[in-house]
Structure formats: C-alpha cells, structure tokens
C-alpha cells in the first residue's frame, strides 16, 4: 500500500518538475530558463521590498543597477566575497549578476549569505551537462554546489557576481 503511493507520488513530482523545469537542451527550454531565472529571482526582490514602499524594477539587470552599483568585475572570488562582507548591508544590499539578483542576507560562519530564487545549479555528470534542479527561494552561500564534484569552480555562482548595490542610499 504505502510503497504504490510513494511511487505514484514519486512520479508525479518527476512529472510536473519536468512541466515547470525543462530540459534547456532546446530552444523552448532555454527561453523558459530565461524568463524563470530572469523574472522570478527580480519578483522575489520586488515582493520582498514592495510593503517598505520601496519600489523596485522589474528585471534583474534594472534592479542591480539601482542606486550607486559597486563593481566586483575583475577581482577574485575571495575579493568579491570580502568586499561583500565588509561594504553590503545586510537585507539592504542586492547582489546582481547577469540574468540573476539576490538580497546579501548577511555572514554565516564567516562567508556571505544570499538569499534569491533560483533555478538550479548547473553540473556535468557523466560528461553530460545538466542541472541540480532547485525552483525556489533559498538563502545559500556565494558558491551553491561546491561540495559536489559534479560542479566546476568556475560555474559556481560567485563567479558571475559583478556587482552590489546598497538600496536607500
């Protein structure tokens, strides 16, 4: 009784997952990657901000140019980090890259914490490129998927990260 159900439960969450996250293998698949990272990560920030009365863009790209963006392009990911650590303000500090924004949510065990909607991790098992789905809104390090040895430095999201903006300032 209860293993049929699991099973059946299972399957239908294999289903759906594949209805709202597609394989981005194709030209459907990448456009609704496009606007699901695009446009959720910068809702999740506008939902966010909207009942202090500040009122955000609706895109990522508009939203990490808000106020007096800090440029974090060029230096390493160490520096981003501790530029984010010293400089961001916890919960008033967007962290912006291309096609994603997240909110620096502050330190844990002495790194920064970032709090977003995101789509998922991209990996490569097996030679394969793919994706560790996760479609909600987490609050993560900089570096999401560093502890599997499908995921490559250089793909980690800190990489991406090309600036920070203080929000009322």
């Given at each position: 009784?209860?293993?049929?159900?699991?099973?059946?439960?299972?399957?239908?969450?294999?289903?759906?997952?594949?209805?709202?996250?597609?394989?981005?293998?194709?030209?459907?698949?990448?456009?609704?990657?496009?606007?699901?990272?695009?446009?959720?990560?910068?809702?999740?920030?506008?939902?966010?901000?909207?009942?202090?009365?500040?009122?955000?863009?609706?895109?990522?790209?508009?939203?990490?140019?808000?106020?007096?963006?800090?440029?974090?392009?060029?230096?390493?990911a160490e520096a981003k980090e501790?530029?984010?650590?010293?400089?961001?303000?916890?919960?008033?500090?967007l962290i912006a890259m291309p096609?994603?924004?997240?909110?620096?949510?502050?330190?844990?065990?002495?790194?920064?914490?970032?709090?977003?909607?995101?789509?998922?991790?991209?990996?490569?098992?097996?030679?394969?490129?793919?994706?560790?789905v996760i479609g909600r809104s987490?609050?993560?390090?900089?570096?999401?998927?560093?502890?599997?040895?499908?995921?490559?430095?250089?793909?980690?999201?800190?990489?991406?990260?090309?600036?920070?903006?203080?929000?009322?300032?």
């Amino acid at each position: 009784g209860n293993y049929m159900r699991a099973m059946e439960q299972s399957a239908m969450a294999d289903v759906i997952t594949k209805v709202l996250y597609p394989e981005d293998n194709h030209m459907e698949g990448k456009s609704l990657r496009l606007m699901q990272q695009y446009f959720l990560c910068s809702a999740t920030m506008q939902d966010l901000f909207a009942p202090f009365g500040l009122w955000l863009p609706r895109n990522s790209k508009e939203q990490g140019e808000e106020g007096r963006p800090q440029s974090l392009e060029g230096l390493s990911a160490e520096a981003k980090e501790r530029a984010l650590r010293e400089k961001a303000r916890p919960f008033l500090t967007l962290i912006a890259m291309p096609g994603h924004i997240g909110l620096y949510a502050g330190q844990w065990e002495g790194k920064a914490a970032m709090f977003h909607t995101m789509w998922g991790v991209r990996n490569s098992a097996g030679g394969e490129e793919g994706r560790l789905v996760i479609g909600r809104s987490v609050v993560t390090g900089l570096r999401p998927g560093e502890e599997r040895d499908d995921v490559d430095e250089e793909r980690l999201l800190i990489e991406r990260v090309k600036a920070f903006t203080v929000l009322g300032l």
